[in-house]
């Protein structure tokens, strides 16, 4: 397991930003900070769910087809990396 700073974590995401600035918007930030938030809240857990309406009521997310997009394209590239999708929605 590879430790990396808060700092460092902002900073590897804001220079993909810069990069890739016709790709991002708001919604991912706000998105890929909380699902460090709620890791953060969990103990840095090497696996850990993450509840879709409890993260889309936390970031002002209100349709479904927007969150999964940003969530999709979050592990698409390569910022957090899915074990296993939901079976229930």
């Known amino acids: 397991m590879v430790k990396i700073s808060g700092y460092e974590l902002s900073r590897k995401w804001f220079d993909y930003c810069f990069e890739n600035t016709s790709k991002i918007n708001p919604n991912h930030t706000a998105l890929f900070f ?28 209100k349709n479904n087809r927007t969150f999964t997009k940003c969530f999709n394209e979050l592990d698409e590239w390569g910022f957090i990396t899915v074990i296993q999708r939901s079976q229930n929605q």
């Open 34 to 61: 909380f699902i460090i938030e709620h890791n953060n809240r969990l103990g840095w857990k090497s696996e850990f769910g993450l509840p879709r309406q409890m993260a889309m009521d936390a970031i002002g997310i």
